[in-house]
């Protein structure tokens, strides 16, 4: 991925929402917690999103806020 890929996925997903690994739960439980939260907004999200996923985190990215937003109240 280029510098002018990374700038126009900046333009199209300006919401991030993180989910942090917390502590003392297990990698396994919190990718389930990952692939549940994914078919979450397979189902309700209106607008367009992306998953970034790493050993530690989630980055959920969001083109509506309205989706962040709900995604947030729901998953944080």
Aim: glycine share 4%; charged share 35%.
């Amino acid at each position: 991925m280029n510098s002018k890929e990374r700038r126009k996925q900046k333009r199209e997903f300006p919401h991030v929402i993180n989910l942090i690994a917390e502590s003392g739960i297990r990698y396994f439980e919190h990718d389930d917690k990952v692939m549940v939260a994914r078919n979450w907004c397979n189902r309700e999200c209106e607008g367009g999103y992306r998953v970034i996923t790493r050993y530690d985190h989630a980055e959920f990215k969001f083109a509506m806020q309205k989706d962040a937003v709900i995604f947030a109240l729901k998953w944080l």
